[in-house]
């Protein structure tokens, strides 16, 4: 917008207008010590397009920017895409709001990064914003003193919350002005808090008026105090070792009293320890005999003491006290080899360690161990001071384990399996005779060489070398169920083998500890197991089709023939029904038979005796006539491990409690109790009964297969069953007359 001719900005007083007013503006303008520049406003379709028209003598040195290359420039063009938007961004606030803005900010220019406190102020022209007069205060040094006192207030925070000792500040009335962290941590306290308390706010009554009682000795004396102390914290009772001291202020008066407090526990336990523990070493001395020793190397004098005097058994103040006179204790076989050592400590300054005969004065012979070292005195002279201890005990326990190893040694030897220890790079640390004999070597030839020079088979070393290492880096035990050895002679064994990792005693090196079983012959066993499975399954199939539907046909045919043959020949054709009847039952027991052979545990969940109890005893009274079956008492809802099978167990039960009833009315009587986390089922009839010397029999319990001396295939089945189900299966003599079958089971868990 134009002016009229009497018309001015307050912009145009810092552009050299005429008159004594400009002059004075401009000299106020460059002498302002604040950096003050103008910026020019326009509209633009995007909103405001801002360029620098002037800035001041102050700004100029401050920002590098002299006038020349400052006016026309945008703020991207002067100080780049980011910081020019930033700027733009507080130019285009103070256009909007069109009022006065105050912020801070971060520059930088070619003088330097600077922090500014900067004033924004709107010209205006007829309402609208035409110009920004910007005036900038430096606080670069400000800042950096600020910036230095934050660094060194974190500084000191982190060094007084980093202090496991407890730091706390009180005033002179007693009350917290401030306590690190350990010591809010260490007695639970807020840190929000903390201010203003007092000892008695925060501690029982006889900690806060020792607490005061040491403040007030502070404060009267202005001296700083150290006492030991017992606080009560979360952790329960502490021993601490408080510091104390007064705080002046410039004039010398006490202000406050700073407390610094170390948990000593740990230290006055240790002291306790290290007093008990000097106890029981005086003690320990005397129970075990230990002899202490001292010799003067300059006076050859040697002192004993009674333990020394009590292990060569003499009588007390009766030792001469010399180095030759010591010497005629030890046995004439190690008092060559005990000297030249002795000597050696002597020339060398070297620790004294070995182990010797003595005789002692009651003639005793026993094995010592001398531990000695050489002193010298501040005078020069020497003195070797040691202790002696009896190691016979020891050195025959040692001898026994020597013996008991080279025992096992033989054991090992004897075990037909193979044993063996590998190190990681294969080579054979132990190798019993098995192991040797399958490469044709001896213990001695293996031991000592690596896998892959004495194992005869390349695919072999491979294979067990990829085994171990495994083992090693996983740390874990592994069995191999199968893997092939070749054998010295060509021959390929099947072998099972546990590895496990170790680590060996002497170097602490991983290795591989292995123990192989040959199950070729077990393997080749269960093939022909499983060979004859199958041919069990294809009698079974033959069974259960092929003779039951021949045996079906004959029946059928037989009813035919009963209608048209003349009464007095009925009866053969009677009995040709009943031989097909009972061989199809026969067929039936026979499939069950060699169903129960080809279930495995596996197969078995809980079964409900009541119920499949219930329903044979259905099936047998609508099957046979002249026959009554009871139920005696209540049958329990107890549950057994076994399968659909448990069904033909009590069917046939109850089958051959009819059947071998020679009675006109054959009684069946049935129960079922618990009994000691079993089931106990009775079956018993009113027949014949059975003599004593067969009631194994009749199970083919003597001889188990299906030609055994029982009473059929059924009982047979009966007690297959019985056993792999875990329970049992018996016979008693019922009363009056008759059987009785007891089969018992175990209750499912």
């Known amino acids: 917008m134009r002016q009229g001719p009497n018309e001015h900005t307050d912009t145009e007083r810092f552009d050299g207008a005429d008159g004594e007013s400009g002059s004075v503006y401009e000299v106020i303008f460059h002498e302002m010590e604040d950096a003050v520049f103008l910026i020019d406003v326009e509209e633009a379709d995007d909103g405001y397009a801002f360029r620098f028209r002037r800035n001041n003598a102050s700004h100029q040195q401050r920002t590098g920017f002299f006038e020349d290359e400052f006016r026309g420039q945008t703020p991207r063009e002067l100080l780049g895409d980011e910081q020019g938007a930033a700027v733009a961004a507080n130019y285009r606030r103070c256009v909007e709001q069109q009022a006065t803005i105050e912020y801070e900010e971060t520059l930088e220019f070619p003088g330097g990064t600077s922090y500014w406190r900067t004033k924004l102020t709107p010209i205006t022209e007829n309402g609208r914003v035409t110009g920004i007069i910007g005036v900038a205060r430096d606080i670069t040094e400000q800042k950096e003193q600020e910036e230095k006192l934050r660094r060194a207030d974190r500084r000191f925070e982190t060094v007084l919350n980093t202090m496991s000792a407890v730091v706390f500040l009180k005033n002179t009335d007693g009350e917290y002005l401030l306590m690190n962290r350990a010591g809010r941590e260490l007695f639970d306290f807020d840190d929000e808090n903390i201010v203003g308390q007092t000892d008695d706010d925060l501690f029982p009554p006889d900690v806060a008026e020792a607490a005061r009682s040491d403040d007030q000795r502070v404060l009267e004396d202005g001296e700083a105090i150290e006492i030991e102390e017992t606080v009560p914290t979360n952790a329960g009772d502490t021993a601490r070792l408080t510091r104390k001291s007064p705080v002046y202020d410039d004039d010398g008066e006490i202000t406050a009293i700073c407390g610094v407090s170390t948990d000593i526990t740990e230290q006055k336990r240790r002291e306790q320890e290290l007093q008990r523990l000097k106890e029981r070493f005086e003690l320990a001395v005397e129970g075990a005999n230990l002899g202490v020793w001292e010799w003067d190397l300059e006076s050859d004098e040697v002192a004993w003491t009674e333990s020394m005097e009590r292990l060569f058994g003499v009588a007390p103040g009766t030792f001469e006290g010399t180095y030759e006179a010591f010497t005629e204790y030890v046995h004439s076989d190690d008092l060559s080899r005990l000297e030249t050592e002795i000597q050696r400590t002597v020339s060398t300054g070297e620790p004294l360690r070995t182990e010797y005969r003595i005789q002692t004065e009651g003639g005793e012979r026993l094995w010592v161990e001398g531990r ?378």
């Open 372 to 749: 000695a070292e050489l002193v010298a005195d501040a005078d020069g002279s020497r003195r070797m001071i040691g202790v002696m201890t009896d190691i016979t005990d020891r050195k025959e326990y040692r001898n026994a384990l020597e013996a008991a190893q080279e025992e096992l040694r033989q054991v090992i030897d004897l075990v037909p399996d193979l044993i063996f220890a590998k190190s990681r790079d294969g080579e054979y640390l132990l190798a019993n005779e098995a192991t040797a004999e399958a490469y044709g070597l001896t213990p001695g030839e293996v031991e000592g060489k690596l896998e892959a020079d004495i194992i005869p088979s390349v695919d072999d070393s491979e294979e067990f070398r990829t085994d171990d290492v495994e083992v090693i880096e996983s740390g874990e035990p592994r069995t191999i169920p199968e893997e092939e050895l070749t054998t010295a002679g060509g021959e390929r064994r099947i072998l099972e083998t546990t590895k496990i990792p170790y680590q060996i005693p002497d170097s602490g090196e991983d290795a591989v500890l292995g123990y192989a079983r040959d199950v070729t012959e077990l393997k080749e066993y269960e093939q022909r197991l499983e060979t004859q499975r199958d041919n069990l399954e294809v009698i079974n199939q033959v069974v259960r089709h092929d003779i039951r539907n021949e045996l079906q046909l004959v029946s059928g045919y037989a009813e035919i023939l009963r209608e048209h043959v003349p009464e007095d020949d009925a009866e053969y054709v009677r009995q040709i029904l009943k031989a097909a009847r009972d061989a199809l039952d026969i067929t039936t027991t026979a499939r069950e038979v060699t169903e129960a052979m080809l279930r495995s545990e596996a197969d078995r969940s809980p079964v409900d005796v009541r119920h499949v109890l219930e329903m044979q005893i259905d099936d047998a009274q609508a099957i046979h006539e002249r026959t009554i079956v009871s139920v005696e008492g209540t049958i329990p809802n107890a549950e057994v491990l076994a399968d659909d099978m448990l069904e033909s167990v009590f069917r046939n039960l109850l089958n051959n409690a009819v059947v071998h009833n020679d009675k006109e009315l054959r009684k069946v009587t049935v129960s079922a109790t618990p009994h000691d986390e079993m089931v106990r089922i009775r079956v018993a009839d009113n027949g014949p009964g059975i003599p004593d010397d067969r009631k194994e029999t009749v199970f083919g319990k003597e001889h188990k297969g299906l030609d055994s001396p029982g009473t059929g295939v059924g009982l047979y089945l009966v007690d297959t069953l019985i056993n792999q189900y875990g329970g049992d299966v018996w016979i008693e003599d019922n009363d009056p007359d008759g059987a009785t079958f007891v089969v018992e089971l175990p209750l499912a868990e």
